[in-house]
């Protein structure tokens, strides 16, 4: 039930970001999510692409420095409160969220967000436990 994620090792210096993108266009890969973290020396852009190998081959053929990483989809009630309910059933678990960011995708009156936690089982049995469920990449129209 893990989706692709493709982080980016990026150099801090004007335009590498553009770059990126621009490569993706031009091998017809579409991003569904999007994310970019950053220290004083490197940045790295995480990204859920519609076409995950099609992307990772274009990055390292074009030079980049990337890893590839499963996280999770999760869809949660698009309504105040929401996301909380979950960050919050989570608090009180012994699943830690290392990073989360969402989906551009937004539909049935549900937002999707991306979750990379310590804890994978833990995290599937805690959601099941209150209803929820990881959503699947062909859902996403995913490759």
């Not at 859920?48 to 190998?53: G, H, K, M, Q, T």
């Not at 309910?85 to 960011?101: C, T």
């Amino acid at each position: 039930m893990a989706v692709n994620q493709i982080s980016v090792f990026l150099e801090n210096r004007n335009g590498q970001l553009a770059e990126i993108t621009g490569l993706l266009a031009e091998n017809k890969i579409n991003l569904r999510a999007i994310s970019i973290a950053e220290t004083a020396d490197y940045g790295v852009l995480r990204i859920i692409a519609d076409d995950s190998e099609k992307a990772k081959n274009a990055l390292l053929q074009n030079g980049n420095i990337i890893k590839v990483n499963p996280v999770t989809v999760v869809a949660v009630p698009d309504k105040p409160a929401g996301l909380s309910e979950l960050l919050n059933m989570l608090a009180k678990s012994d699943v830690s969220i290392e990073y989360m960011y969402s989906l551009f995708t937004h539909q049935n009156d549900k937002a999707y967000m991306v979750f990379r936690v310590t804890d994978y089982d833990n995290f599937i049995k805690l959601l099941s436990k209150h209803g929820l469920t990881p959503i699947h990449s062909a859902e996403l129209g995913l490759k």
